[in-house]
């Protein structure tokens, strides 16, 4: 297994912002994904980019406010999250896989062999 490792989270107001980041080592994928899971729920996906063809994905609730992007320079991957709601709070994990996932699949947390251990994102008054 290779590990991710996300960093990034922690407490912010609503309507504040915060920049999760996700490092791999050594590896470079051609999908990743950010998926959530608030306590007592099942883990959903937040956003995901097929980056040989640039494509990226959002789920309804967080489209327009979050941003999925990567440096590849430093093997990377961002998720930018602007105008935040406290039911974004949640703990955020990084996934990734060497395959090209398609409309169809990128939001299948069983698509991704890679997984990171997660980071706390509390968004409250």
């Known amino acids: 297994q290779v590990p991710l490792v996300e960093s990034g989270g922690g407490s912010v107001q609503p309507g504040g912002s915060l920049r999760l980041s996700c490092t791999a080592s050594?590896?470079?994928?051609?999908?990743s994904g950010w998926f959530r899971q608030a306590p007592g729920q099942e883990r959903e996906f937040v956003a995901g980019?097929?980056?040989?063809?640039?494509?990226?994905y959002y789920a309804d609730s967080v489209k327009g406010r979050f941003t999925i992007s990567r440096d590849n320079r430093n093997n990377m991957i961002y998720l930018q999250m602007n105008s935040l709601k406290p039911e974004d709070t949640a703990t955020y994990f990084c996934?990734?896989?060497?395959?090209?996932?398609?409309?169809?699949?990128?939001?299948?947390?069983?698509?991704?062999?890679?997984w990171g251990q997660g980071t706390q994102v509390t968004v409250s008054s």
């Open positions: 996934a990734a896989t060497k395959r090209g996932l398609i409309t169809s699949t990128i939001r299948f947390s069983r698509e991704y062999e890679y």
């Open positions: 050594g590896h470079t994928f051609v999908t």
């Open positions: 980019s097929r980056w040989n063809s640039g494509s990226r």
